[in-house]
């Protein structure tokens, strides 16, 4: 067990698979962690102090359960035998691979719509840095943000793997050990060639990367490594609950029709972070427009061929790829031309310049296929891959086995004639190869240059140095053929590492172009319309639609509404009316369109004019956080503060019957006085749209200039509502509940009570009196300084004591 402590010694905070055999074994504290997550039986066997606790996998099937360990978030390491077993030598083992579910390179564990980011995050003071990196498409990311803006950005990039403080200590985070680490890892020697001179806590936050990179053995090239400083100001950010809220991950999938997974990874991303800048908006709508049917198809079976050209390359320049991976590659970058063509067709410059960053490799091209054949093995150690006269070294072991193996055929018949011995037999086995056995009877005959090996009852066995020789050929050419082709392969990948950055920058051209073609699809399959960007703050909608619920209900069954929302006509909605009649609906939709827009894709609508959005923050539906230790309400409470505290003029609002969660008076008086903030605040004054069942703050339209009322429209007839899903000027006045619950199918006796209640409580209002109201204390620090103010016995106090306790009743306030 000395090998097995060493390498867990190294590795102390991975769980270790260790190779015995035909297995890997997991032992100890290891194994019973790994056990229920592996869905595999803990055992033991015999040890000094007891039983050993250990599990095992099969060495073939080891992947799929690693992939089960790194799903649950764990650390594994890998260690192989590094030599054939040999009797009576003890095997040597080294760990050959560390895996983390942030630094995988293999496809069986990445999800192909998905960056898969190893996060480096840490704050410091009012300023925070971030580094992402995604091994599997060579790219980095560096971000320089106030501490405030944190949060929304790792729910941004949804990381695989996050190394903050403390798990991580802080001096790893030192801005000059990441320019050390930059500098001597990635030959970066001016932090301005990337774009972070003025960033110094993203710096450190990439030294701890590649500090984590180095010390699980991922192999760097600076090569195939594209490294950016990513400015918040560039893109929208969208914090956990508007992802949530808007169901952006819906979203994506009713848009994503990429042909190529680095396109809907490129998607993705432009969903997860929409522009900001008016230019490159009107760039991405110019190209999705100029996609039509015919250019799109055409774009499409172009890009189909290309495969996950990102990632292969990526790990063909890290020398992982395997044989069929590279012929993958190779059949990718021959159908590239064309796909340059179809791009460099169209007159819209975006497309133009993303035809441009098309760089063809004929030459590589030309090298792989020369080297490798049709269809090679899945496996590095397989031998078979490259192609007969690529390499000479190669052809010459495979002619020399070949030559031997004949010879080895024809040696029984030829010995049979040269000796006359009619019984010579040519036989095999693992203890002493080849060999002639000849019986007793016939023993005279044997030639003398036959060197006795071995006594049978019936006869005996001999070798000859010839037979030697070529025995020696035959069993060595095999394991000759597999480290050469291995020798080629490397080769092969150090041809791609090579033009890395090229085929990085070509791979992330194809994304685009992808995404693009995908959008334009969408729009011309949901109907969809271009939308006008400006620079203004107004918001005006025509003919809206909700992209995901007109999927579920079929184009045309859905209500379309108008938005207008101005500063000089009113940018404030207070939306009213019953409860389902599509209010919370007509608030996602509004949002969802700006979003879409700011993409660059169409929108779902007759027309729209938008002016830009900084951020769209929203709070919708109703959740709690027992984890957390927060009720449905603290976490309502919670959301509301922050989108007030971050707001800006240039923001979108979207609430949702904020204050429904407590007391009818308690509730209406937190609603109020949000909308009031909102629309006095100069801060904010932000377009906003909040809807409501509190009916009493329909008032607030007569005092508030830029507030207006809108309600959705109902037809009732008797005692029958039908939801018209229409919005309306105006504010409603019932919320039609009652009918709610009827259609939800509750007992009609309990309806009929329900009315009769209504009733009572309609005809003596106000419903509570407001000593019954349990309600927050909302000045809990004006609550404090009284009771600490009357429980001070001034008549005790001296002098120095009275300006002491004023020093601390200033810190209550």
Known sequence: MRQYWSAKAAHPDAILLFRMGDFYEIFFDDAKEAAPLLGITLTSRPAKDGRLPMCGVPHHAWQSYVGRLLKAGRKVAICDQTEPPMSGKLVAREVTRVLTPGTVLDDVYLDPSKSNWLVAAWSSGDESGLAACDVSTGEMQLCQLPTTGLTAELDRLQAAELLSPPDVERYRFDPARGRHRLRTLLGIHFLASIGAEGAPLAVGAAGVVLEYLEHNRVPLDPRSLRISTRSIESSMQLDAATLRNLEVGALFELCCRCVTPVGARCLRRWLWSPLRDPEAIELRLSAVAELTDAERLELAAALRGLGDLERLASRAASGLATPRELAQLCRALATLPAAKVCAGAGSALLLRQLAADLTEQPELVALLSRALVDDPPAQVSAAGAIRPGYDAQLDAIASASASAREWLAGLEAAERERTGIKSLKVGYNRV?????????????????????????????????????????????????????????????????????????STAAAIGQLDALASLAATAADCEWVRPLISSGRELNISGGRHPLVERSVGTGNFVANDTQLEPERGNMVVLTGPNMAGKSTYLRQVALIVLLAQCGSFVPARSARIGLVDRIFTRVGAHDDLAGGMSTFMVEMTETANILNHATPASLVVLDEVGRGTSTYDGLSIAQAVVEYLHDNPRLSCRTLFATHYHELTTLAERLPRVRNERVEVAEEGNQVSFLHKVVPGGADRSYGIHVAALAGLPSHLIARARQILAELESHRPLEPAAQQLGLDLQPGEAELRRELAAIELDQLSPLEALRKLYELRGLT
């Open 432 to 504: 002493f190869g080849y060999y002639l056995e000849v019986s007793h009877s016939q023993a005279a005959g044997v030639p003398e240059h036959y060197i006795r090996k071995q006594t049978l009852t019936g006869g005996e066995r001999y070798i000859t140095p010839e037979l030697k020789e070529r025995e020696a050929v035959v069993l060595n050419a095999d394991q000759d053929r597999a480290a050469r082709e291995q020798e080629i392969l490397a080769e092969l990948g150090r041809r791609v590492a090579a033009v890395g950055r090229e085929l990085l």
